[in-house]
C-alpha cells in the first residue's frame, strides 16, 4: 500500500492506493496557502493518519508516501526549489514530512503525478502522454515511453508559464503574458467578474449568487442559459485555452493531449471547439493528429500519481 497526496493551491487530497494502482480511501483539506507551509505539512501528515485508518490500516502498511506539488522540484532530495501558487523556495518538504511520519517519500511537480496517474489508467500505452489542467494554475505533466519528462534539472514541462500574450496580464510567476494568466480557472474567474461589472443585467449575477460566488462554472452555467456576455467570456476563455494548446502540439506532438481540472467537466461544451480549433491552426495539416481528450480521473489522477511516484 502507498500514500499519495496531492498538495493543491485550494486543497489538500491524499488517498492510500494500492500496487494495482486502485484508490482504496481519499480525504481532503483545505490548503490555505498562506500560512506558514510547516503548517501545511502538519495537516498533510494527519490527513495521512485519517486516510489510512479509513482503510482500517496502521502506517506500518504504508511502503512509502508520494506528494505532488505545484513547482520546480528536486526529485532526488524532495527539495521545493520554487513554487508561486503556494510560496516555499528552497523548501525540504519530503524532510518536514518525513519528522512527522517515519515513511520513505517522493516528491514530484503535481502536474507530472497527475499526467502519470492518468497515463496509468487512461493512457492506453500511448508513446507520449500529455496531460494539462486547468487549475488555480496550468499545469501540464508529459509521459514519455511510460516515463515521467522532467529535463535535465527536473523543471520541464512548465507549459502554462509559456508566453500567450507579450506584455499581458501579470502571472502569479511575476512575468507577463503567461498562458496560465489566461487559461487556468483562476483566470476564467477574473474573466467573468469584469464581464459582469460591464453587464449588470447577465444571467452570470443571478448563477453566481446561486453559488455563493464566482466560480469556473459562472459563466458556462450562464451561456448554457442563452446569455451572450457569458458566452462571450466562454468563447474567449476557450480560445485562450485553444491557442496554448496549438503551440503544446506543435512542439511535442503528443499522441494523446488529456484536459483535467473542474473546467474538464464541461465535456464537449470545452473539448470541441478546442479541437475544431486545434485542428484549423496547428501547424501539422498532413500527418497523424494528436488526440485531445478530457482527463478521466479528475482530482484522483495526483493521488494515483503521486502514489504511482513513490512506488
Not at 507579450?166 to 474567474?189: N, P
Amino acid at each position: 500500500m502507498y500514500i499519495g497526496i496531492d498538495l493543491g493551491g485550494t486543497n489538500i487530497a491524499a488517498g492510500v492506493v494500492n500496487a494495482e494502482g486502485k484508490l482504496l480511501s481519499s480525504g481532503a483539506v483545505p490548503t490555505l496557502s498562506g500560512r506558514p507551509t510547516i503548517e501545511i505539512v502538519k495537516d498533510m501528515a494527519e490527513l495521512t493518519r485519517e486516510v489510512t485508518a479509513d482503510c482500517g490500516m496502521e502506517l506500518s502498511d504504508i511502503k512509502a508516501v508520494g506528494i505532488g506539488c505545484p513547482g520546480t522540484i528536486d526529485f532526488e532530495t524532495g527539495e521545493v526549489i520554487y513554487s508561486n501558487n503556494i510560496k516555499m523556495e528552497h523548501f525540504p518538504l519530503a524532510e518536514e514530512f518525513r519528522r512527522l511520519i517515519d515513511l520513505p517519500v517522493r516528491v514530484d511537480n503535481d502536474a507530472n503525478c497527475a499526467a502519470m496517474g492518468e497515463y496509468l489508467v487512461n493512457g492506453g500505452g500511448a508513446n507520449s502522454f500529455m496531460l494539462i489542467t486547468l487549475g488555480t494554475g496550468v499545469g501540464s505533466g508529459l509521459v514519455i515511453n511510460g516515463k515521467v519528462y522532467r529535463g535535465f534539472n527536473g523543471a520541464a514541462s512548465e507549459s502554462g508559464h509559456m508566453t500567450l500574450v507579450s506584455g499581458g496580464e501579470l502571472c502569479t510567476c511575476g512575468k507577463q503574458g503567461c498562458w496560465e494568466a489566461y487559461a487556468s480557472a483562476s483566470a476564467l474567474v477574473r474573466q467573468t467578474e469584469r464581464a459582469m461589472k460591464k453587464h449588470p443585467d447577465s444571467f452570470m449575477h443571478k448563477v453566481a449568487e446561486e453559488f455563493g460566488a464566482v466560480n469556473g462554472q459562472t459563466a458556462f452555467l450562464a451561456a448554457k442559459g442563452g446569455d451572450a456576455a457569458a458566452q462571450e467570456v466562454v468563447d474567449a476563455y476557450i480560445r485562450y485555452v485553444a491557442d496554448g494548446i496549438v503551440s503544446v502540439e506543435n512542439m511535442i506532438q503528443p499522441e494523446i493531449i488529456a484536459i483535467g481540472g473542474g473546467i474538464s467537466r464541461e465535456g464537449e461544451n470545452l473539448l470541441k471547439p478546442i479541437r475544431e480549433y486545434v485542428e484549423s491552426k496547428g501547424f501539422n495539416k498532413f500527418m497523424k493528429r494528436t488526440r485531445i481528450t478530457a482527463a478521466g480521473l479528475m482530482n484522483d489522477a495526483g493521488i494515483i500519481g503521486a502514489a504511482a511516484v513513490a512506488m
